[in-house]
């Protein structure tokens, strides 16, 4: 009985512990070559590419859409970085890669034209993945001029062409859904509204009860953050869900809020500083790890270059979500996406830990 969770909180903490512990495994027992991690990496990029090509269309089409930019757009971004890190890998080792690149560039081109076209958010998020995925692989190479104005203005305006690009297809095409403006006049008109439920009410530990939606609240873990609907239901949870029209309650803060707020109210400032701290740490310990990959690379230890490679795309993916969600859309680590944060985390965090072979192999944190 004490492992069945009680509320959202305990929910995601069990199955954040899962993935943790299911990515260790991956990690040290599945053989991770250079190829094995670039074919998967190729193979989900297209494969991103053809679901938000024919999310878009269904956009278009009036079909209806599912947003899967929102849930997988980190993996997305994962996948491609990966692929891109294991080109530098292949190049460092003479391997002549032109095709292979003009292929992962179509793939690259692809994704962000589908995805981007769906969520204004997703572009923010693939450029500033993209941005930080560049850093890691130039610092991980040791390439020069790392940072340079000319780059910084380079994904800035590219940044700017594409939210220009979309307004003038909203414009011309009359399909608002495609405008980042009209996401920037909503955000205008309700976070303000949004933000003062946030801050007058939020405690150390949850929330003010009676500032909740749900009449029998306890003021914590009230479901504004949570794992998705459909997990919860299969499991048959009760627990306190937005669905159908109440998603507009909820929209309060997922849409209108950074992830800071919507956490901090739902779980409390303490959780919040506990939750940016982990963050934080994954992020860090991520890196030192890629130093030591980095280190036996150089050494000519081929062994780990398909980790290194995973590892870099995991962390650009993560830590650009953690920018993006916590920072400016709280919908970025809520939900569906809440579940690709905790995969990618865990991804990142599974490199520290060794399940220990051949004591001379390991890679420990």
């Known amino acids: ?57 269904f956009l278009i089409l009036s079909f209806g859409q599912h947003e899967f930019t929102h849930p997988f757009g980190p993996i997305a971004l994962l996948s491609i970085i990966t692929a891109l890190a294991s080109l530098k890998v292949m190049e460092e080792s003479g391997v002549n890669v032109v095709r292979l690149k003009r292929i992962v560039y179509i793939l690259l081109v692809g994704i962000t034209i589908f ?42 305006g590219m940044g700017l062409v ?40 939020t405690w150390l530990i949850g929330h003010d009860p009676s500032s909740s939606y749900w009449s029998n609240s306890v003021g914590f873990a009230d479901g504004y953050i949570s794992l998705p609907m459909q997990f919860i239901l299969l499991f048959g949870l009760p627990f306190p869900l937005f669905f ?33 701290l982990i963050v934080l740490g994954t992020i860090v310990a991520g890196l030192m790890i890629l130093k030591q990959y980095r280190y036996k690379r150089e050494n000519k230890n081929r062994k780990y270059l398909g980790k290194e490679v995973l590892l870099i795309g995991s962390l650009a993916g993560f830590t650009s979500q953690a920018i993006i969600g916590l920072f400016l859309f709280n919908r970025t680590v809520n939900g569906m996406a809440l579940l690709s944060f905790m995969f990618l985390g865990s991804l990142v965090l599974a490199h520290t830990i060794t399940i220990r072979r051949d004591s001379n192999d390991a890679v420990s944190s």
């Not at 027992?29 to 938000?52: D, K, N, R, Y």
């Not at 979309?166 to 976070?191: H, K, T, Y």
């Not at 809020?257 to 409390?268: E, K, V, W």
């Open 115 to 156: 995805g981007g076209a769906m969520h204004r958010s997703f572009l923010l998020l693939w450029f500033i993945g993209l941005f930080i995925g560049y850093i890691i692989i130039s610092k991980s190479f040791r390439e020069k001029s790392i940072l340079s104005m000319k780059r910084i203005l380079i994904f800035l």
């Open 244 to 276: 159908g029209l109440l998603v507009t309650k909820k929209d309060t803060i997922d849409y209108m809020l950074p992830g800071i707020f919507g956490y901090a109210y739902d779980f409390g400032y303490l959780t919040f500083i506990i939750l940016l």
């Open 162 to 201: 594409a939210f220009g690009l979309l307004e003038l297809v909203a414009r011309i095409s009359g399909m608002d859904v495609f405008s980042p403006m009209l996401r920037i006049s909503r955000l205008a008109q309700n976070s303000l509204s949004s933000l003062k439920l946030v801050v007058g009410n």
């Open 1 to 57: 009985m004490f492992l069945i969770a009680q509320n959202h909180f305990q929910l995601i903490i069990e199955v954040g512990l899962i993935l943790l512990a299911t990515m260790i495994f991956i990690i040290n027992l599945v053989p991770l070559s250079l190829s094995v991690v670039t074919f998967l990496s190729l193979f989900l990029s297209g494969g991103f590419t053809l679901l938000f090509g024919a999310d878009l269309a």
